[in-house]
């Protein structure tokens, strides 16, 4: 019998999936590890066979990683509870998704010159450098400007990975063997 899962958080590029059923079986949690550790898509992936919880980090549709769990008779999705992560969050799936295909339309419109983050850079660096220049500190600060203009455009650069050479680019992590 396939034990069931729930999904106890989930966010863009990271899932975690609980399975009470199978809470202390260190051989199933290695077989989970075994199975999706050469999956394409799955750039983590970390087991707590304590609290019975699959943590994945991916770049995969989450239907995927659940169809390829099922497939392999690893654990199936029970049918979420109204208080699930699943539910909670439609509205800001929802928002997500008209974000991301707004961003796509722009990128095609401009040939990959613009995207929403660039823009939102440009304005709110504009805005910051604007009340410096007017000695005015209404509307939004101008270091809060800079602050919101400097985390949009990292966060709209952790999808660009950074060149080889480039001096914050760290060296790749050894995998521990356990």
Avoid at 13 to 41: A, C, E, H, T, V
Avoid at 87 to 116: C, G, Q, W
């Amino acid at each position: 019998m396939i034990p069931d899962a729930h999904i106890s958080h989930l966010i863009p590029r990271r899932m975690r999936i609980k399975i009470p059923s199978k809470r202390g079986d260190s051989g199933y949690f290695l077989s989970i590890r075994n199975l999706f550790s050469q999956y394409d898509g799955i750039e983590k992936l970390e087991t707590n066979e304590m609290t019975g919880s699959v943590l994945f980090l991916h770049k995969l549709e989450m239907e995927v990683i659940i169809r390829h769990a099922e497939a392999n008779k690893l654990f199936r999705l029970a049918e979420t509870p109204d208080s699930s992560p699943l539910n909670s969050t439609v509205l800001s799936n929802r928002i997500t998704a008209s974000f991301n295909t707004l961003n796509k339309r722009l990128k095609n419109f401009t040939a990959n010159e613009m995207d929403i983050p660039g823009i939102a850079t440009v304005t709110l660096f504009g805005l910051g450098m604007y009340q410096i220049s007017r000695g005015r500190f209404g509307a939004i600060p101008w270091y809060t400007a800079l602050w919101y203009m400097l985390n949009i455009h990292l966060k709209g650069q952790s999808n660009n990975p950074l060149p080889e050479k480039h001096p914050l680019k760290r060296a790749p992590k050894r995998k521990r063997s356990l």
